[in-house]
Every structure is written in C-alpha cells, then in structure tokens.
C-alpha cells in the first residue's frame, strides 16, 4: 500500500516550535515532491508549503511556501530515510490545525496545488496554545 503518514504534533504555546515529520511507505521518496497543507476548524484546508525532488529537478530541493508562514516554517527532505520535514518555528495559535503531508509524483516541480497531489497522510494535529 502506498502512503505516506505524519507524525510530529502535539501542544506547543505560542512561540515554541515543533518538527513533523513525513514518512512514505510503499514507495520511495526520490521522485517525488512533498507537499504539506493544513485544515484549521471550520476552515477550508490550505497550503503551507512545498519541497521539490533532488533527483531530475532544475531547481534540486526547491521550496516554496505561503505567505503565512513564510520566515517561519521550513521544509526539507532526507530521501536515504524516506522522510521529510515540517520545521514550525514561532507557532502563533492560529498555526492551529491538523497538518497532512502528501507526496506528488511530478516532483520536479514544487506546486501548492493540492490537486496535484497523489498520495495523502492522515494528518496530525498541532495545537498551539498557553
């Protein structure tokens, strides 16, 4: 069975940080770009932000990121573990959400486009709070 599965969240106050991790399963990470997307209460799920393939990218490890947490989350990857990363630094408490990870077969290319994602974790839940 392909997937990949999040793990990482728990409670943070405001200020504090955490790492999420995404671990693929099935497959192997290489190829792939890994996309990381939230969905807070009552809200519609957005992006966070993205990391592109190393293997046949002009742009190897590419990023990008929405503007809400831009200076304060990054991504990265370690392909020889199969897993990438969600750094969260300065969690504010609208950070609060459940955080899923996907993995997008085109990964040359980092998108924030979450239809172009194909496998998709179950999602963990970051609650930032004092």
């Known amino acids: 069975q392909l997937r990949v599965v999040e793990s990482g969240g728990g409670l943070v106050t405001p200020g504090g940080s955490l790492r999420l991790s995404c671990a693929a399963s099935?497959?192997?990470?290489?190829?792939?770009?890994i996309g990381w997307f939230r969905q807070a209460p009552g809200a519609e799920r957005e992006e966070v932000g993205c990391?592109?393939?190393?293997?046949?990218?002009?742009?190897?490890?590419?990023?990008d990121y929405a503007a809400s947490v831009q200076g304060r989350f990054t991504i990265s990857r370690d392909d020889a573990k199969n897993t990438a990363y969600l750094q969260m630094n300065n969690l504010r408490s609208e950070d609060t959400a459940v955080y899923f990870c996907?993995?997008?077969?085109?990964?040359?290319?980092?998108?924030?486009?979450?239809?172009?994602?194909?496998?998709w974790g179950q999602g963990t839940q970051v609650t930032v709070s004092s």
């Open positions: 996907a993995a997008d077969r085109a990964g040359t290319v980092c998108s924030l486009k979450a239809f172009r994602y194909d496998y």
């Open positions: 099935g497959f192997t990470l290489d190829d792939y770009a």
């Open positions: 990391i592109s393939s190393f293997r046949g990218a002009s742009r190897p490890g590419s990023t």
